[in-house]
């Protein structure tokens, strides 16, 4: 339906979808129709030469993958029992009304646009809509089945569909879960998105079953909040992954985390426990470590154990061994046939944790029994899960660049929160801090909870405030003081959202190394990242990249009819940054043409000469780091892409 004026009207998908008119274009090419998502709507009404006209929506989406690789959840009574079954998930949810809205994915074209296997929740009480695309393993497993190999695929998943969502689930059985939960929490590296593992002890096929709650309580975490955590789901709780352990087999109630309070509550409210989310100080990208040495094992000692039978255990190849030991990691001070086949292996360089039987505590050297076990070589593993404590040793012992004795360093030392050895003195007294206490007096306060309510509502803004003046100090203050440097205030505006809109290189540098999250949205979906392009701040764009910052798809999607403005108006500082942020500079605008043409179409051979030349500088710098073309790798792909378009030079 094109307009009678030099202006193009195009078609949304459907006809109850509001229209665009794209206003004072540089070409009158055929009109045409273009996916028009909601926040696809927004990011287009920032151009400058469209006009959006309906009003843009008031709520964003947020995308969730979940990949399906079995357990109870998803199966159906076979002859030998209940096993999983194949391609049944998705067409049954899509029946639930409150797993799948039929009128918004229909009304939105949600399924040309993401694909049949994706679904969309009802508007969440925070106005989110959540849709959810879902990746089923073929064949589904009973987790009894999982293998390593089974875990480094979900990892490689994650890795690859990382930047297209915004958190993921994995429905699991229950039996391993608490395995695969703590090793995919090491294999995942400087993480900053959420991961759920979750699953059910009925079908959510059957009647009476905890598996829509689970899942559904799953992917509201997935899709509302941004924990930067492997984390494990179930019966409204939500756990540190490496810290759980399945305590029932019977009860909807089956997991625990013994030495850890949930991360979150899901009651009325969904309640994050902020203040025992766990955040990587660090600020490097996110990556998967796949490789995992399967060398290692559990023993678990009993009374009148046999020498014979731990030397059997310890022989090579086995290179990593969890010893479960009595109370607070003691073993028998008289059995010196045990003790020395434990120090050959420890001499021989076998790495053994010390980790207790008891579901709760540590392992202490109180007890002459436990010291035993240090002298025979043997590393305290304090608080840890034997499921935590053995897939860390098989993370850490797959290794290749490191010494035997880093090795050791790593396992002694907290990598993803799954002990609390480094924590100890950690917490700080709200009572302590001065400003709380007079604020609190002058309320007439003095209750915890009330007092923690006080600081959480007032540091965020204040902590912007500092940001907004680039002052470290009053920052570092306010963490002294218990606060979370890394929560959004009413706006949902971090600090680090702040200190990349004023362009502060060191502010973003100290809240990244605080474990700010990239991934925070504000209320308008904002990410750090996109304030800093839209405030042109070259080398907060840089920093937040190498973090592991990326645009969103729908971002992605719509660059191209950005560049193309930024072209038409020869703002080569725009197009630099719009580049440094990931967007590709091939991506055509909304009428099929890039950039590079909107520049040759009006002339202008110094916008033609820079995009070669930015192009030119990414060919170094990607051909620089590959020595082999990756067919899959898109940046490759953009250059080469580029390359092979005439650009009339
Ligand atoms: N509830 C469950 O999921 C148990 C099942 N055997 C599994 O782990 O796959």
């Known amino acids: 339906?094109?307009?009678?004026?030099?202006?193009?009207?195009?078609?949304?998908?459907?006809?109850?979808?509001?229209?665009?008119?794209?206003?004072?274009?540089?070409?009158?090419?055929?009109?045409?129709?273009?996916?028009?998502?909601?926040?696809?709507?927004?990011?287009?009404?920032?151009?400058?030469?469209?006009?959006?006209?309906?009003?843009?929506?008031?709520?964003?989406?947020?995308?969730?993958?979940?990949?399906?690789?079995?357990?109870?959840?998803?199966?159906?009574?076979?002859?030998?029992?209940?096993?999983?079954?194949?391609?049944?998930?998705?067409?049954?949810?899509?029946?639930?009304?409150?797993?799948?809205?039929?009128?918004?994915?229909?009304?939105?074209?949600?399924?040309?646009?993401?694909?049949?296997?994706?679904?969309?929740?009802?508007?969440?009480?925070?106005?989110?809509?959540?849709?959810?695309?879902?990746?089923?393993?073929?064949?589904?497993?009973?987790?009894?089945?999982?293998?390593?190999?089974?875990?480094?695929?979900?990892?490689?998943?994650?890795?690859?569909?990382?930047?297209?969502?915004?958190?993921?689930?994995?429905?699991?059985?229950?039996?391993?879960?608490?395995?695969?939960?703590?090793?995919?929490?090491?294999?995942?590296?400087?993480?900053?998105?959420?991961?759920?593992?979750?699953?059910?002890?009925?079908?959510?096929?059957?009647?009476?079953?905890?598996?829509?709650?689970?899942?559904?309580?799953?992917?509201?975490?997935?899709?509302?909040?941004?924990?930067?955590?492997?984390?494990?789901?179930?019966?409204?709780k939500l756990y540190r992954g490496n810290r759980s352990t399945k305590v029932d087999t019977g009860s909807f109630n089956a997991f625990a985390s013994p030495n850890l309070t949930p991360l979150a509550t899901a009651e009325v409210d969904i309640t994050i426990n902020w203040d025992t989310v766990w955040r990587a100080n660090t600020t490097a990208k996110f990556q998967v470590s796949p490789e995992l040495n399967r060398n290692v094992g559990l023993l678990r000692l009993f009374p009148g154990i046999t020498a014979a039978t731990v030397r059997a255990f310890l022989q090579p190849p086995m290179e990593g061994v969890v010893l479960e030991t009595y109370g607070s990691g003691n073993a028998p001070d008289n059995r010196k046939d045990l003790l020395d086949?434990?120090?050959?292996?420890?001499?021989?360089?076998?790495?053994?944790?010390?980790?207790?039987?008891?579901?709760?505590?540590?392992?202490?050297?109180?007890?002459?029994?436990?010291?035993?076990?240090?002298?025979?070589?043997?590393?305290?593993?304090?608080d840890m899960t034997p499921e935590a404590a053995l897939s860390k040793l098989s993370y850490v012992l797959a290794k290749k660049d490191i010494s035997l004795d880093a090795k050791k360093k790593m396992m002694a030392r907290n990598l993803r929160g799954e002990m609390s050895a480094d924590l100890a003195g950690a917490k700080l007294c709200l009572r302590d801090s001065r400003f709380i206490q007079a604020i609190a007096k002058s309320l007439s306060i003095s209750c915890k909870e009330e007092l923690e309510a006080i600081r959480d509502a007032l540091t965020p803004p204040l902590a912007c405030a500092a940001a907004k003046n680039g002052d470290i100090e009053a920052l570092e203050a306010l963490k002294e003081m218990g606060s979370n440097l890394c929560l959004g205030d009413y706006d949902g505006r971090t600090p680090l959202h702040v200190a990349a809109c004023e362009g502060n290189h060191k502010v973003v540098e100290y809240l990244l190394g605080l474990g700010a999250s990239v991934y925070a949205k504000d209320r308008y979906g904002d990410t750090p990242l996109s304030n800093a392009v839209r405030f042109r701040n070259k080398e907060v764009v840089k920093l937040l990249r190498k973090t592991g910052a990326h645009f969103s798809k729908d971002e992605l999607d719509e660059a191209g009819t950005e560049l193309c403005s930024l072209a038409a108006s020869a703002d080569l500082d725009g197009l630099e940054i719009w580049s440094l942020a990931g967007a590709d500079l091939n991506k055509p605008g909304y009428d099929g043409q890039a950039a590079i043409g909107v520049a040759q179409a009006v002339g202008n051979q110094k916008v033609v000469a820079f995009l070669v030349q930015l192009l030119s500088k990414k060919a170094k710098t990607v051909f620089g780091q590959f020595n082999e073309y990756d067919e899959d790798d898109e940046e490759e792909n953009e250059v080469i892409k580029f390359i092979a378009t005439p650009t009339g030079l």
């Not at 010390?354 to 076990?373: D, E, H, K």
């Open 341 to 382: 086949e434990l120090k050959e292996a420890t001499d021989r360089g076998v790495i053994i944790m010390n980790c207790t039987q008891c579901l709760r505590g540590t392992v202490s050297a109180s007890y002459a029994t436990g010291t035993v076990l240090l002298d025979a070589g043997l590393l305290p593993g304090s």
């Open 1 to 236: 339906m094109a307009d009678s004026s030099n202006h193009i009207t195009c078609l949304s998908r459907a006809l109850s979808q509001p229209t665009l008119k794209l206003a004072e274009c540089n070409d009158v090419s055929p009109a045409r129709t273009i996916p028009l998502h909601p926040c696809r709507r927004r990011m287009l009404s920032s151009c400058t030469s469209i006009e959006v006209i309906e009003p843009v929506t008031s709520y964003i989406e947020a995308r969730v993958l979940v990949i399906n690789t079995g357990g109870t959840i998803g199966m159906t009574l076979h002859d030998n029992g209940l096993a999983p079954q194949a391609n049944a998930f998705v067409k049954n949810l899509r029946k639930l009304p409150f797993f799948h809205d039929e009128k918004y994915a229909q009304e939105t074209g949600l399924f040309e646009y993401y694909g049949d296997e994706t679904l969309v929740l009802p508007l969440s009480k925070n106005n989110k809509r959540i849709v959810y695309t879902i990746l089923e393993y073929d064949p589904l497993l009973d987790s009894s089945n999982m293998t390593t190999e089974d875990w480094a695929k979900i990892g490689k998943d994650i890795e690859k569909n990382y930047e297209s969502y915004d958190g993921f689930v994995i429905l699991h059985g229950t039996d391993t879960m608490a395995y695969t939960a703590s090793a995919l929490s090491f294999m995942c590296e400087h993480l900053g998105k959420v991961i759920i593992v979750t699953g059910s002890q009925v079908p959510i096929y059957e009647m009476r079953n905890d598996g829509r709650d689970n899942f559904l309580g799953a992917l509201l975490i997935a899709g509302q909040f941004v924990i930067p955590e492997v984390c494990l789901y179930f019966y409204n």
